[in-house]
């Protein structure tokens, strides 16, 4: 697959790299920004007129005592509701984009394809209202199912295409990973500060708009720069070209062998626990998000923050924690966990994450007037990332280790798949903020996370029988300080072991 690969490098790699960096940075901004705003845009009452999202949609009395605190639980629980589908939906659909990019269009024009269709769907969403009067949802439906689809086309295959650069055995490939992450946490930073202050500061739509542009950036990079900088890289299938070296070479299907069968028992195992992590940890985007802007003190100096911009914790402390987690993990020697136990320490820091929330529900509690200081979200989203360091590079690079090769991208699509169960779930838990309250929520998550843990952490044995070795100890203290650093600072499933 690494045929002309053009010359030159720049800081000790190809200088394709930085243009994938550099896509996907733009292509991040426009995800993330939309995401940070999308909830609250859904649950304003302004836009909730203009689409007909009226009381009598809901079914309530305007009449009723409590009519108006029934009408706002109503729109925030609808907007959780299409966000939950809409995130599920984005991890399901690059199953798809993968199969047709690996045996119809090869990663590059899949790339073209996708970025496209994300522009076409934020700038759906960003139609101004006055222009489209009476077909609002229209619009918001046709916006959120480009994005999907286009999200299929382009997540899975611009991280083939890093892997592509580099020779097999290059020991480069894993520092490459890791730079290229780090445009996705640039991205998202970019996204939550453009993206955040354009749509709560002017208009949502407008911020729809600056997000749909910014993915034309990363698009427009792509077109001119890539036949330069990328050569024939990503424009065969390779499905195709792999079946017919398989051919020629006689190879043929065999039966799973019991080795192979406990280790994907670990990985649906694992993936089923994954549900519970990211249930709590993408309450980021929907109820945490409302209670930022509804429920926390924003204002500094007489300025208001945009509540969007609490979520730029995340991506921030990725870039920080990272290279800490991955040293730690090294120096503990033959005391470093194994993954089903590191897995445990990301659900007990997610419950952390949460145990910060109920101190803001309490710090509120049932006046209306008092709003929580900001430092209990910015804690619960540390913490929430520290958890994240622990359990998502970990679970992605333990299938690529434990999956068989020819259900390798099968088992990778079931591991997003549980990944979009979880933000679902995340809607429907998000639900009872507005319901039950947020003490009474935020203390469930918190239980169910650390009750998480605790079964994984007593699984744990049992799951590393069933791994067979799989979780090899690297030789040297620099080698494996290098791959441990790809494994942590892999955000958002862009490590490819080809």
Known sequence: ???????????????????????????????????????????????????????????????????????????????????????????????????????????????????????????????????????ETTFLWIGLFLLIVGNGFFKPNISTMVGDLYQQGDHRRDGAFTIFYMGINIGSILGYLVVGSIGEKIDYQYGFIAAGVGMLIGLALQIFLSKKYLGDIGTEAAAKKSAAEDAANNIKSRPLTQVERDRIKVILIMSFFTVVFWAGFEQAAGSMNLFAKQKTDLIFFGWEMP?????????????????????????????????????????????????????????????????????????????????????????????TKLAPVKFMSLLMGVWFLFAGFGNKAAAEIGKFVGEAGPLSTFGGVAIMAFIAGVLLWLLADKLVDWMHGAEGKSEGLEEKLAEELSVTATHEGTKNEK
């Not at 243009?19 to 999308?38: A, N, Q």
């Open 1 to 135: 697959m690494n045929q002309n690969i053009p010359q030159g490098n720049f800081l000790g790699h190809p200088k394709g790299l930085f243009l994938l960096f550099t896509t996907e940075m733009w292509e991040r901004m426009s995800y993330y920004g939309m995401r940070g705003i999308f909830v609250l845009y859904l649950a304003t009452a302004a836009t909730a007129g203009v689409m007909g999202w009226d009381m009598a949609y809901f079914g309530i009395d305007p009449t009723a005592p409590d009519a108006e605190n029934l009408y706002q639980t109503a729109l925030e629980s609808n907007a959780l509701s299409i966000l939950g589908t809409y995130a599920m939906l984005v991890y399901i659909t690059p199953v798809l984009g993968g199969w047709i990019a690996d045996n119809i269009t090869g990663q590059r024009k899949a790339i073209l394809i996708g970025g496209a269709t994300m522009a076409l769907g934020q700038f759906a969403l960003g139609t101004p209202h006055t222009l489209i009067e009476g077909q």
């Open 307 to 399: 509540a969007s911009w609490l979520q730029i914790v995340n991506p921030l402390f990725i870039v920080i924690l990272a290279p800490i987690f991955a040293s730690f993990w090294i120096r503990l020697g033959e005391k470093e966990p194994d993954s089903p136990r590191k897995f445990a320490l990301g659900m007990f820091f997610l419950g952390l994450g949460f145990i910060s929330m109920v101190g803001a529900a309490l710090q509120i509690g049932e006046d209306p007037n008092i709003k929580a200081h900001v430092i209990w979200l910015v804690m619960a989203y540390v913490f929430h990332t520290m958890g994240e360091l622990c359990l998502s590079p970990i679970g992605l690079s333990l299938v």
